[in-house]
Structure formats: structure tokens, C-alpha cells
């Protein structure tokens, strides 16, 4: 969310990350007026945490990345990622606030290539495995389209780095020149108040790619981050690229501007409802009234706990509960499917050392919940326990609970007598069940399989 702090105009090396960031909410609530407006900012500067530069490193092994798309070839990858810190003398000079930023990747989609707008589609079974993914970043700077698209893992996260090389001029340069070529922001248009700090004599078309790297592409060049992979179904992003798709379309002729504001419409709401749009959880409302929004509005370190959490503890055990939840009933019965599932595993990269453009000493904060250190204490859970990061042990867990869930097999009139459901929910509920031990089934048997596929290679690692 650098947005928040986007118009400091004071020295930005001279402020701390909680100035910038309360600086920010400050103008977010300006217009408010009167008491809203002083209430509004004690909320958020007592909501708002602070912390040191962050250590972007998580314990185990997710594989290779190869080895991962043969097992799951769709699959979501929605990353927060760290403040960025320019060092002067390097064009345009940006130092974010220490919310971060958000951007997603998604395996099995392309940007159309024959399109200067950004639009996605599914890749076809003629681009090359290592083309066969997109990266997405919705940016304050639009304002004819929601998000931009850079094809290619690779290069939307290390940008035309080398492996093992570190961020100079020419890295730097590199990525930039590689950018214009694939034409990533020649179809978008910034807001006018975006071009404050362009360079003297740069064009305004440069400054376009000079103002995004870092942060719609070549993320790794001046951020560390944190992702939550999560493996879905090809039905399932067929409807993400629809949604994502029709999120730019209501900007592209220019009839409507894309206006995103902290609180109301930001990067981790963007992030947030892609996910939604794939059945994973509700989409979270955008534009509501401002003293809501500060109380309930998405930011991308929380966000990442969340999908953490969504993807492996919801109580898959449990069926009456996962019943009671619209969402996730649909997700089993439509697209056999259920957010907490194998292969959902938390990924951390730092940002490139050596770096010459960047500083390194980088930032990642929680805003806190009315709970003080919630997501701090399931972070430390996350990075504690293995299953969250590893992918061999995700496998192995999952398997035994698929295999002890089975073996406790329960009649729908047993979960019925148990938790006392509204008896006009019967007939619906025990036609669940039937499709909820099924599916219980055929997962332990695909998490039998992709242990078998991880686990060998697992084994030959630590001879």
C-alpha cells in the first residue's frame, strides 16, 4: 500500500515508517470534517503497528518450481510485498510506506499478446512452460485499467536479472529496456498528479516504466516478499480471468477513471476479491463508508496470514460447518474443491542483495486488529510449523487427515444429531455429505500421489 505515503513531499530519508504511514492515513481521512476526521485518525494510529526491518525467510523447502506446476498447474500465488527504498541519484526517486504493496501471480494464464491494453486468457498448450503464467499489480498510478499484466514468472519477479546477480545500473537498466519491449504500460495511461517526480528530460513514456519497476514488474529488484501459493482448479481460473478482465474493461475506454484510495479500493482489496473470484473466500466490499473502511479494510501482510490460514485450517473434518458456509459449500459441491487443501504453501524471497538502486534494509507491517498481536501470533505459527512452508511435510499432514477423516466415517443423521441443523436442511445436507466423504476420498489419494512424486527427490536432498 505505497500509496499511502505517496505525496509526502518532507525529506523521505528522514521519516519513520509509523510517520509515513499515519501521514498517510491522516490524508485518507481528509474531508471527513470535525470529530469523524480526529476520531478517524486516533482509530488508525492506534490500529497501526510498527516494526523493524523484516527478515523475508521462511523455514523448509517448496520445491522445485517445476516440480510444483507438474502437480498443480493452476494455481494463484498472491504475494505481499515490502516498502521499497530508492537510493538518490537514480531517477525518480520513491521510497513507499511500510504497508507494502500486493500483486498476484497466476500459473496457466497469458497476457494477450496481440492486445497493448492488458487482458489475460488461459495459456494454450503452445506456450512455453516457463511463459505459461502472468504477473498481475494494481497501482494508484492507473487510470484507465485496474491492473497491469507481465508475462512470465520469472520476469515479473526478478525482472531480467541473472541468477545470482545483483541490482546495478545496467541490471536495472536491463529490466527496464526488457519491459518496453514487451510493451507492458504502453497501453495504460497515469493520473496527471503521477508525473510530479518525473526527471528532467525523460519522456513521459519512459517514466511509465520507470515509475513501475519494482512494483508491477521485477519485484524481487527492490522488494522482499512474502506469497501464499494456492493451487486451484482450470475452471476456477477461468472465472479469475473473467473477473480480472472485467475489472479493466469498465476502464479502458476512459469513460470511467480508476480511483484507488487506502481504505476504500486498494492493492489488497485487488488481490483479496481475485481470490474470491475463485471461490476461495468472500469478496471483501469496496467504497464503503470511510469510518468502516478503517476499521475493516485489507492490507497485504494481514492478507497474507489470512490466506495462509484459508488454505490449510478451516476444519476440513468437520462437515456441519462447512455447510453452514455458503462459500465454501459451493466450493465442494461446484468445483469439488475446498480452500484448505494440499499444496498450499507460504513462500518468502528477500530483496536482491548487492544492490546499488535499492536499499535492502526493508519493511513489512502489520495493521493491527481490535485484538493487539493477533496477526503477529499467527504469523509466528506459520513460520514455526513446518506444513505451512514445506511442501513434502504439507503433503504428509494433509494425507494423514484425509486418512484419519476417512477411517472416522459419520453418517449424515450422526452430524444431524450432533450439532441439531434446521431440520429443512436434511435432504441438502446429508446430499453433501455423501459428496463430502467422496471427495475426502479421492484427496487422499492425490495426496498419496504427490507425496509419492515430492518424495523421493525429498530423500535424494538429504543424503
Known amino acids: 500500500m505505497d500509496h499511502m505515503a505517496t505525496d509526502v513531499t518532507e525529506p523521505a530519508a528522514s521519516l519513520g515508517f509509523c510517520w509515513r504511514l499515519r501521514a498517510g492515513l491522516r490524508r485518507a481521512a481528509a474531508g471527513s470534517g470535525g470529530l469523524l476526521r480526529g476520531g478517524l485518525v486516533v482509530v488508525l494510529s492506534l490500529l497501526t503497528g510498527c516494526e523493524s526491518p523484516t527478515v523475508f525467510s521462511l523455514p523448509g523447502a517448496p520445491g522445485s518450481q517445476a516440480l510444483y506446476a507438474s502437480l498443480y498447474p493452476y494455481y494463484i500465488e498472491p504475494c505481499a510485498v515490502s516498502a521499497l527504498k530508492k537510493k538518490p541519484g537514480f531517477g525518480f526517486e520513491y521510497r513507499g510506506g511500510p504497508g507494502g504493496h500486493a500483486v498476484v501471480y497466476l500459473n496457466g494464464v497469458c497476457r494477450d499478446s496481440k492486445q497493448a491494453y492488458p487482458v489475460v486468457e488461459m495459456c494454450d498448450d503452445r506456450v512455453p512452460e516457463a511463459e505459461a503464467g502472468v504477473g498481475l499489480s494494481s497501482n494508484g498510478h492507473f487510470a484507465n485499467a485496474a491492473w497491469v499484466a507481465t508475462p512470465g514468472r520469472d520476469f515479473f519477479f526478478d525482472g531480467a ?39 528532467a528530460g525523460m519522456s513521459r513514456a519512459d517514466f511509465k516504466y520507470e515509475a513501475s519497476v519494482a512494483t508491477d514488474y521485477g519485484v524481487s529488484l527492490g522488494r522482499g516478499r512474502f506469497c501464499a501459493r494456492l493451487p486451484v482448479s482450470r475452471a476456477q481460473m477461468e472465472r479469475v480471468v473473467a473477473w480480472a478482465n472485467a475489472e479493466n474493461a469498465q476502464y479502458r475506454d476512459g469513460r470511467r477513471t480508476f480511483e484507488m484510495t487506502v481504505l476504500g479500493d486498494n492493492c489488497s482489496h485487488f488481490t483479496h476479491n481475485l481470490l474470491a473470484a475463485a471461490g476461495f473466500w468472500d469478496q471483501w466490499p469496496t467504497d464503503r463508508f470511510i469510518l468502516v473502511s478503517a476499521l475493516s479494510f485489507p492490507v497485504p501482510k494481514n492478507e497474507f496470514v489470512n490466506q495462509m490460514r484459508q488454505a490449510n485450517d478451516l476444519p476440513i473434518d468437520d462437515p456441519v460447518v462447512l455447510f453452514r458456509d455458503a462459500t465454501t459449500r459451493q466450493a465442494l459441491l461446484r468445483d469439488d474443491w475446498l480452500p484448505t487443501e494440499p499444496g498450499a504453501i507460504a513462500i518468502a524471497t528477500p530483496i536482491r542483495g548487492e544492490n546499488e538502486i535499492y536499499d535492502t534494509d526493508v519493511g513489512l507491517i502489520f495493521y493491527d486488529s481490535p485484538i493487539p498481536g493477533m496477526f503477529k501470533r499467527h504469523f509466528d505459527r506459520i513460520e514455526a510449523d ?49 459428496s463430502y466423504y467422496d471427495y475426502i476420498d479421492r484427496m487422499a489419494g492425490r495426496a498419496r500421489l504427490a507425496l509419492a512424486a515430492v518424495q523421493p527427490k525429498v530423500d535424494l536432498a538429504a543424503r
Open 161 to 199: 536479472l541473472r541468477p545470482g546477480e545483483g541490482v546495478d545500473v545496467a541490471s536495472y537498466d536491463r529490466t527496464q529496456a526488457r519491459a518496453k519491449r514487451l510493451g507492458i504500460m504502453d497501453g495504460i495511461r497515469f493520473h496527471e498528479d503521477a508525473f510530479e517526480g518525473q526527471p
Open 386 to 434: 513446518r506444513r505451512y512452508t514445506d511442501l513434502a511435510d504439507n503433503l504428509r499432514y494433509f494425507a494423514a487427515e484425509y486418512g484419519r477423516i476417512g477411517a472416522d466415517r459419520r453418517p449424515a443423521s450422526w452430524w444431524l444429531a450432533r450439532d441439531g441443523l434446521p431440520r429443512r436442511d436434511d435432504p441438502a445436507f446429508a446430499a453433501f455429505v455423501r
